[in-house]
């Protein structure tokens, strides 16, 4: 049910999803198995008097209070762990990481606007704020297994930049910079979409993710227009029917 | 389901459990606590706000001390002759009840006369509500408490009117005590936006 | 201590002569009538909300139903009104103001008058409300959170300024209603008890109204305060919310007054429907509640908890994320109390002897929906596994699973168990079954697969899927999710009917306990005349729910008995 995930950590928001899901579902049935043999063994036409006390064997359901804490405790440390890797970490700091280690990462910024999402892309030199930044619509274009920093904000209302494929969402806001980050481990084009109401238009905020090789992205880079191509049979094939 | 019939022979009426605060005082309470939540939730903000920004605070020299502390001087009368009324009313001297509500009313009632002369020399001199962050909390602050002693004034008239017809010595405690509320507030509105 | 109980003694001296029918039926101050207008009013106010959820489905099923900004309209108004004219006039204004006086023995309301504005300020706010969604200009279509800045800037979207402005003071309205009802309620169950009547003797159901109207006391206030910022910044132009080059303004400062709010709201409306399935399940299983020092402390610690993890909401909506950590460690672990809690209320079916009423079967029903919904609150509260889930269908399965079990389904329970008390009548009990059944059938319909789309990655609040290539392969559970909405609709729309029908015409009860029940509401005639008790006074003799005391011929010992009062001297 869950979209794949293309990037390189997802995985660790996935395993929190697995974790939590999948205990309350059994928590869930055991509590409900627990209910219905009770419905069953003490409904009126097979125990017309009520038991002075409750049976010992009952009273040990309380266990599931145990059952409870311990859960909750396992599920937030996995779940404080995979944010911790996602958001505590000082975005620089990572950066800062990335670089040291060698790895290999772009930048680009994004304003979230009724209704379309705008990229700014630093081009060729990769600096920001210098003649070759271009921007493009509702296309966020990056090299796969390079790490993509993101600079969020939005123009008008709030927004929120949901790529389901990579696991990362956070809201667009107005007057404010967030700073995420992903890496994509696999090529093809993703849909983007808008998680927070932010009017009419809101359900057809799309933009899509399109992850190239590395081969095909320098060659993409260098060229100017930076019309993306690959997007035309991407929106054939999911064309409205 | 009557069983037997049995005289209670502790009460004079109907006796109840209760926690030992008569209900009227109690009632009021607990509406005077979500009061103090509403305006002094407004007014940490606004605390709050000054610590983080004191330039913008270099706006309060615009405000006018001069009729903020008489307002202050006709807020703290208006304390006093709402304890004097409760004083007579444990007395039931009503009468007397009746003048010194009438004054703290028309306490009040200056207190919004003057806020109101104060608010348009301020408008005059272009010191609206939009300006600045300063003057969207000043505004909207003291034009809160502002409502709130109107209001107080409002129920002060509305006892007097009650009382012609009962007499009942917790209502009168119950508009001192609104009016002390609204006083103390202004103890902490006052040096935030007029005293810099 | 005692209340000499002067303010009821003048009651009294009021109820010996005829009333008009005005000051009967209209502007009434027993609480009895004014608990009437409440749920009435609520129900009708249901009506309205669920048709427009039923055009919004259909608009998901076959988009182009409505205007976009219709179905945003339609989504805002369905949640607004089903918190806020629904789920709070019912359970504390409704079954509040009926029960709560009676179950504690007293005669009326502390401030019956007060009692009457805090009812009519109710029903000005639902004239507002619908007022604002048919002025020019359109309705408000920002979400029933009203997030800035989209809500405070009028050229953002069709519905500003005026139907957003009468949909905040609609708001305002309502807050001052129940905040007037709460008032009394807290000092009413404080004050105003029985004889015997000590506060580890009250009935669960009045400890959760009061914890319920603490709640909402204490966290509204901010909200107000927010809403007269927001109305500024509307109307003024002012920028406490809205972003502006050079000014300062934070839209997330709304969201923290809003939330800070709206988390102990959720609460404060389940504890009433607590309330209402301890009383159905105890009555119909013939137990005692399970530990009742445990459930009422945990509550308590619940409703403290409440207030400390607002920000679960804004997770990924610009909070430090370090202080997400921590609302993420509260959120978790508040479900510690509310298992205690549920477990509770769970073995109080043990070793009991049930009967299956229709009350019984909606609250069987509703206890066992809202092991789903708390349950779903957890990969909510899991900060990273809210990443993905935040603003998606999950959401909306979590929050119908808890919030529409406690609405309806213990609303319905209630209905049943407390209408021949009410009006003196009986529903029909195989219609009850029926309608129960039906409406557990085509609630699930209609809401588990949301949890699914919610996996899938469906955002919130979108007219509809076939925008996007990843969603257009749901768009059969779009359809199957809003026939069985229709059903359900359907169905209690029907109910409605019977219950109005069986209000004038259903079967009569002159018994006034048919349920065998304990508490002391049962004690009094079916429907209990004006100040209740005539001239006897209730005593209470032992605690709530002393079932299973096996006799001759009850397995039950009712909590207090009537004895008639001689007064010495007439007041």
Redo the contacts between chains.
Sequence with gaps: MLPIDISEHGYLVDRVIKISVGGAVIIGIVSFAILFYMLWRFRRSKNPTPLQDVPPLLKKVVYIDFVMIIFDLILLFVSTYAWFIFFIRPVDKIKKEVVDKGEKFVEVKVIGRQFFWTFQYPGKDGKFGTSDDFNLGNALVVPENHYVFVKLTSGDTIHSLFIPNVRIKYDAIPGRETHLWFKPAKTGVYEIACAELCGEMHYRMKAYLVVLSEKDYKKWIEGAPYEVSVLKDFEEKFAKK | ????????DK??????????????K??FW??L???I??LG??VA?GILFRLS?PE?FANSEHTNVIIASINTLVLLTGSLTAVLAHKYATFHDWGKVQLFLGLTALAGFTFIGLKFVEYSREIHHGFV??K??FW?FYY?ITG?HGLHVLVGALIIIGVMIFLTKKKVIEAVENAGLYWHFVDIVWLYIFPLFYLT | ?????S???HHVEAGEHEMSFIRKYIFSTDHKTIGKQYLITGVIMAIFGGALAIFFRINLAHPGFLTDSQYNAFVTYHGAIMFFWVAMPILLGGFGNVLIPLMIG??DM??PTLNMISYWTFFLSSVVLIISFFVPGGAFSGGWTVYPPLSSDPERFLGANLGTVLFILALALEFASV?MG???F???A?????????LMRLPIFVWMQVLASLLF??S???L??GA??LL?DII?????FRVEAG???DPILWQHLFWFFGHPEVYVILFPALGILFEVITTYARRPVFNYKLVVYATIVAGILSFVVWAHHQFVAGINPLSATGFSITTVLISVPFSMTLVAMGLTYAGGSIRFTPAMLFATFAFAMFIIGGLTGLPLGAVASDIYFHDTYFVVGHFHYTVFTIAVLSTIAGIYHWFPKMFGRRINDTFGKIHAWLTLIFYNGFAFPAFFLGLAGHPRRYATALEFGYLQKYQWVHELMTISAILLLATQVVFIIVFFYSIFAGKEETE??PWKSTTLEW?APSPPPHLNWGS??PIVERGPYEYARNGKDIDFL?QG?????????K?
Aim: a neutral charge; glycine letters at 8%.
């Design positions: 389901m009557v069983e037997e019939t049995k005289v209670l009460v004079e009426y109907e006796e109840y459990e209760s926690i030992p605060v008569s209900f009227r109690f009632g607990v509406f606590s979500g009061e939540v509403i939730g407004i903000s920004y913008w509500p939009t600045n962050v969207m909207g809160l | 201590m005692s209340q000499v109980a303010a009821v003694g007293a005669r502390a401030f905040l709460g008032v009394n807290i000092t009413t404080l004050t105003l008890r029985a004889k015997g009547m000590s006391l204490f509204v206030t901010p107000i305060a007269i910022m500024l003024l132009g002012t920028h406490f000014k300062i303004g006034p306990n004690l006897f006074a009712p008995r009537l004895v008639k009062i001689e007064p010495k001297h007041v």
